[in-house]
Nanobody, 124 residues
Framework: QVQLAESGGGLVQAGDSLRLSCVVS????????MGWFRQAPGKGRVFVGA????????LTADSVKGRFTISRNNAKNTVYLQMNSLKPEDTAVYYC?????????????????WGQGTQVTVSS
């Protein structure tokens, strides 16, 4: 059973930056596509970005393009979400997820394993 643990969330002001981390254990991390999703209060979970197994290819949602960057360190079994120029509308619980297949996806139910999430709150 793959386990995921997000960290790095917090309360920041608009314009600030945060870096989220997600450590994956009990699996072959270097074979996985990794995704980031977020869920704002009262809304469904939505795609933020994804990265392929090697880190050579990323997908990013239009809402965060140019501000958020995904990267990974396979030696540390860790995927990162660097968030810059944060806005109040970025306030959400952020989740990382594992997709144990080669093709990347923006679709929530195409990811198999999920972390518990980390709260990001951006004040105006």
């Amino acid at each position: 059973q793959v386990q995921l643990a997000e960290s790095g969330g917090g309360l920041v002001q608009a314009g600030d930056s945060l870096r989220l981390s997600c450590v994956v254990s009990r699996g072959t991390f270097s074979r996985y596509v990794m995704g980031w999703f977020r869920q704002a209060p009262g809304k469904g979970r939505v795609f933020v970005g994804a990265i392929n197994w090697s880190g050579s290819t990323t997908l990013t949602a239009d809402s965060v393009k140019g501000r958020f960057t995904i990267s990974r360190n396979n030696a540390k079994n860790t995927v990162y979400l660097q968030m810059n120029s944060l806005k109040p509308e970025d306030t959400a619980v952020y989740y990382c997820a594992v997709r144990p297949w080669a093709l990347m996806s923006r679709v929530e139910n195409e990811y198999r394993d999920w972390g518990q999430g980390t709260q990001v709150t951006v004040s105006s």
